[in-house]
């Protein structure tokens, strides 16, 4: 396991860096339930173009989840980070699709095209989800890949589902294994950041997101080349987030504890992680859970930021294709 004990420090305060920033990515987990009903004429396992304007399942208490199937071949599955939707993973999707591979993503409930409860905002809940989507299209021997809070969503499904249909995980810019600040993880962020994020979206949750949008893809640090257009696709995938289930969601990424879940992880694992990170820093996080994760390989990106699979979508490509392939 590589060593990063000392990766390129953060120039903000946590606090402050992640007041305003501090979890754009958390993103991402699903919650409501076990078993799902028969998804609605599932898209074929082919690259689809225009043959079903949506395709959900639906969850043991009817939350519908909407998912997107793509390609043929080994299946990839992709966990969203919070408060985006399964189209922040386009990027990887489409080089995975072209490169031979079945690559499926759902959108978190309450985020995006799936319908927003008013019940199962948590990591219990999004880990159900998940197992419901792959349940319904019968998923084998996927490899689980999660950003942020979708990293969150794929260790608890392994803790709760276990590894029967699953070959491989990947986590990247993940919030495990715990981020707020307690007894017994001192290094964690301290909860007034986190109420700051919940105190944010309650009062202009539009501005916020157009603040924390520079935090979370690093155009807050010189000489950052990142376009306006992904600063604005990180608004809009936002926007779209039902207000009681992204508010909910602050505190299922933050106050989780996921550590157990990593210990039952016996599959091999990819970590990946930015060294510049303003939303989920690195040591407390990625140099943990590799440590957690039986013979974990993890890749660190000197000055890369949360958002990683967009302002680095080459390499993460080359890294989860390399992984895929080994």
Not at 121 to 134: E, H, R
Not at 195 to 222: C, E, H, M
Not at 227 to 240: A, E, H, P
Not at 300 to 313: D, F, K, L, S
């Amino acid at each position: 396991m590589q060593d990063i004990s000392n990766p390129s420090p953060v120039s903000l305060s946590r606090r402050d860096a992640l007041l305003g920033g501090l979890i754009a990515g958390i993103a991402a987990g699903l919650p409501a339930v076990a078993a799902a009903k028969t998804p609605k004429q599932p898209l074929p396992a082919t690259i689809n173009h225009g043959k079903q304007a949506m395709s959900t399942i639906t969850t043991k208490d009817g939350t519908e989840i909407y998912y997107k199937d793509w390609g043929t071949g080994p299946v990839v599955t992709f966990s969203h980070g919070w408060p985006l939707n399964s189209d922040a993973w386009d990027g990887q999707m489409l080089f995975l699709a072209q490169h031979g591979f079945r690559v499926v993503a759902h959108d978190r409930r309450g985020h995006g095209r799936s319908s927003q409860p008013t019940s199962g905002n948590d990591m219990n809940g999004y880990a159900d989800d998940l197992a419901a989507v792959i349940e319904a299209l019968d998923l084998r021997d996927a490899t689980l890949v999660g950003h942020s809070t979708g990293g969150g969503e794929v260790a608890r499904y392994i803790g709760r589902h276990g590894t029967k249909r699953v070959a491989k995980a990947v986590l990247i810019a993940a919030v495990p294994p715990v981020m707020v600040k307690s007894a017994t993880n001192p290094e964690g962020l301290p909860i007034e950041a986190f109420d700051a994020i919940r105190a944010g979206l309650v009062k202009d949750r539009s501005q916020f997101y157009r603040d924390l949008a520079s935090q979370f893809y690093g155009a807050n640090r010189p000489g950052s080349n990142v376009s306006q257009g992904t600063l604005d696709q990180f608004w809009l995938w936002s926007m779209q987030a039902g207000l009681l289930n992204a508010y909910e969601c602050v505190k299922a990424f933050s106050e989780t504890d996921f550590t157990e879940d990593l210990k039952k992880f016996d599959v091999p694992t990819l970590v990946l992680h930015g060294e510049d990170d303003q939303i989920v820093p690195v040591k407390d996080s990625a140099v943990k859970s590799a440590r957690l994760i039986k013979g974990a390989k993890d890749i660190y990106y000197p000055g890369a930021p949360h958002g990683i699979t967009a302002t680095h979508q080459d390499q993460v490509n080359a890294d989860l294709l390399a992984f895929l392939k080994a």
